[in-house]
């Protein structure tokens, strides 16, 4: 169409119109926008490792997930709160009628779990505990231990969860179904973060400020694996022997097994020693030692690799290994510590965090906000953090932004730039959460929750304009030049045509003169010009008369 050509842009609408051919694709003039690189990264921060007390649960150490990562357990327990507050609600039905015979009531605390193992012990898929969906692993635990337990319910006993929020609940007591939708959110966040590394917390364009402490990793992931092999070796003895064993052991070495992730492991049947329990748990024992042995030869093929000499490809050897265990969903967060120099530029900017963000501690709450409403990582972790607060469970909202290179005074780019000033560039913009008070100068973990590059347009740029125009051999004539030869008889020369042309080129370029260029003259135009032959060779006008 620009071209002028309609018959073929009028083809080429008809073939598009009967779907005959696609539409061709459009070419526009693009020029690369320029602007500044600014890097924002969104991260739990934690320091040191002590005065990790977890309420309500049982000790990181009792417990195999919490004993390979208790800091991520310890972060947990503060998104799930006190376990003792916790109430599990057990009904009995009737087998021959459905109706519920008998209610009893107890406190998630009873079954001696830790943080991950409640948050692990949901499944990963953004599914509600309704009635008529499958159990979650963490249910079964609480119906199993509701027969299991002494003075518990009968073993063969019909029993389902109750749900639907009594009226009866105590002041900051909360349900079952109300933790374990918080686990799931946890988990769904788990399932986009990863653990920190020094490079973490260091612009892309810096060398590196901090090491990551592999021997500590490795002792955790050595601890691990053992503990695996050795609940394997365990229940496959039991179940080689099964017809001298006990069903209670079974039941034992299955648990065990469960607290790696190996599962479904709840025990299939809760108490008796009848010869039908023990067969069927030595099955269920049997299919049990399939996945637990799968993850062991992974592990061993792993420990066979030769061992990366470079610090970030041993720290991913180690945290392969350490998923081998506990599963591929499993996060681990290594420990790290800062060079000095590293540890107080980041602490200089961390006590600027309020400064940075021009006198107002809470706007990068804002900032949060807004970013949770396009980025799904940072809506999972702003999901978590409104659960735990409803919930009363312990953790907040708790941002701080530390802005690297450091420089004293220098505004936090997350925030509009002041007016006239401009963008500081490649900067990198940490925004921490933290649940304590963070020393740069003991080991530092933490969950890198998101991370994105941001280009702020420069005000001023250059582009160009590009133009479609007509070629020569195909654009119809604008204008007719006839000349006759200047002497009547006479033959045209190469000079008289040379001249004739010149002639008319003098003239054109008298036509294209405008107003503006001929200053006072301009108002006596517009003017005509008449050719004038005093000798009447040719036809002239003769002005002489009118001016007698």
Not at 153 to 170: C, M, V
Not at 203 to 212: D, L, M, N
Not at 317 to 331: E, H, I, P, T
Not at 487 to 511: F, H, I, N, S, Y
Request: glycine content about 8%.
């Amino acid at each position: 169409m620009v071209r002028g050509n309609t018959s073929r842009m009028a083809s080429t609408l008809s073939a598009i119109a009967q779907g005959d051919a696609p539409p061709p694709e459009l070419e526009v003039t693009r020029t690369p926008r320029t602007g500044t690189s600014l890097t924002h990264r969104l991260m739990l921060l934690m320091s040191g490792t002590t005065n990790l007390a977890t309420p309500g649960w049982a000790v990181a150490a009792a417990g195999m997930r919490s004993n390979a990562e208790p800091l991520l357990n310890f972060w947990a327990a503060k998104l799930l709160g006190d376990a003792s507050k916790v109430r599990c609600t057990i009904e009995r039905l009737n087998d021959a009628t459905g109706a519920v015979a008998e209610t009893r009531t107890l406190p998630l605390s009873e079954l001696s779990i830790t943080p991950l193992d409640l948050v692990y012990g949901v499944e990963a898929a953004n599914t509600t505990a309704q009635p008529g969906l499958s159990l979650s692993e963490i249910e079964q635990q609480v119906l199993y231990y509701a027969k299991h337990k002494t003075g518990g319910f009968d073993p063969l006993a019909t029993l389902r969860l109750q749900h639907a929020r009594p009226g009866d609940l105590a002041m900051g007591e909360v349900t079952l179904y109300d933790v374990i939708e918080q686990a799931r959110t946890v988990r769904r966040l788990l399932s986009v973060a990863r653990g920190l590394d020094p490079e973490d917390l260091n612009p892309p364009e810096r060398a590196g400020q901090g090491a990551i402490d592999l021997t500590e990793l490795e002792n955790r992931i050595v601890r691990a694996e053992n503990a695996l092999n050795a609940a394997h070796v365990g229940l496959s003895n039991l179940v080689a022997k099964s017809a001298t064993t006990t069903a209670e052991s079974l039941r034992t070495a299955l648990l065990k097994l469960d607290a790696f992730g190996v599962g479904p492991a709840v025990p299939v049947n809760a108490g008796g020693e009848d010869p039908a329990f023990i067969a069927a748990l030595a099955k269920q024992g049997a299919a049990l030692l399939k996945i637990s042995g799968a993850r062991l030869d992974r592990g061993a093929g792993l420990r066979a690799l030769p061992v990366a000499t470079e610090p970030r490809a041993r720290r991913d050897q180690l945290v392969l290994r350490m998923r081998a265990v506990f599963g591929d969903s499993f996060v681990v967060l290594p420990r790290f510590s800062f060079i000095a120099a590293g540890a107080a530029e980041f602490t200089n900017a961390l006590t600027s965090s309020t400064a940075a963000q021009g006198g107002d501690p809470l706007a990068v709450n804002t900032w949060f906000a807004r970013c949770a409403r396009a980025r799904d990582a940072v809506a999972r972790l702003g999901a978590c953090l409104q659960r735990a607060e409803v919930l009363g469970a312990g953790a907040r909202l708790n941002l701080n932004v530390a802005q690297l290179p450091f420089v004293a005074g220098e505004r936090w780019v997350g925030l509009p730039p002041v007016p006239g000033a401009a963008m500081p560039p490649s900067k990198l913009s940490l925004v921490l959460h933290t649940v304590a008070a963070i020393n740069a100068s003991q080991a530092m973990t933490g969950l890198l929750v998101d991370e994105w590059v941001e280009t702020v347009p420069n005000s001023r740029e250059t582009t160009a304009l590009a133009f479609q125009f007509d070629v020569p051999s195909s654009s119809a004539p604008q204008s007719v030049l006839i000349a006759v030869p200047p002497v009547p008889g006479q033959d045209w020369t190469t000079e008289t045509l040379r001249r004739v042309l010149m002639e008319t080129l003098d003239l054109a370029k008298l036509r294209s003169v405008d107003t503006g260029l001929l200053g006072g003259a301009a108002q006596y135009l517009p003017g005509l010009y008449f050719a004038f032959n005093t000798c009447d060779h040719a036809v002239s006008t003769d002005f002489k008369p009118l001016t007698d």
